[in-house]
């Protein structure tokens, strides 16, 4: 079995920036792998078109231009929101509000955006909406511990159902 649309597929991975190199990022082990439903857009373009066709036990490396990873970084994901906002009875929640901190915030109809708080004055917070990994390179390692079919249910929301998969 092979990696292709509507499969299973499980990997270890090891994610660095710019090159096998660079900076550490995050890593998935073979006791919890990276569980998804191949095809169906649920990962970045570039890590699915480097995966497909190999089979089990086959290892993979390659490196990601930010196009085929989380997009350039755009300077208007930054904005200032009203302090307002984040404040509960007429007092900003510091324990919440922190430079650094990713919040996630609803606009009025209900779309959720994550943001990366870059500075608090008194009248706003500036937030960053860029994905954290926007604007970088990004050099993928790792290899493939499982391919499957997956069920009818799966193909039909798009996603992997059980231990390792959504539960909706
Ligand atoms: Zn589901």
Not at 21 to 46: A, M, Q, S, Y
Not at 65 to 72: F, L
Not at 137 to 163: C, Q, W, Y
């Amino acid at each position: 079995m092979k990696v292709e649309n509507n499969k299973v597929v499980s990997v270890t991975y090891r994610l660095n920036e710019n090159d096998e190199n660079g900076p550490f990022r995050e890593e998935t082990k073979e006791d919890n792998p990276l569980v998804f439903l191949f095809g169906h857009g649920n990962l970045i373009p570039g890590f699915e078109n480097n995966l497909k066709d190999l089979a089990v036990n086959d290892t993979f490396a390659f490196t990601l231009k930010p196009e085929e990873a989380y997009g350039e970084y755009n300077e208007e994901n930054i904005s200032d929101i009203p302090s307002q906002v984040f404040q509960q009875d007429g007092k900003m929640n510091t324990e919440l509000v922190q430079v650094g901190r990713i919040l996630s915030l609803q606009d009025g109809e209900g779309r959720v955006f994550n943001g990366m708080v870059k500075n608090i004055t008194d009248e706003a917070v500036t937030m960053d909406f860029n994905h954290p990994m926007a604007g970088k390179t990004l050099h993928f390692s790792g290899k493939v511990v499982e391919i499957r079919d997956a069920s009818e249910e799966e193909l039909s929301h798009g996603h992997v159902h059980g231990p390792q998969g959504h539960q909706h």
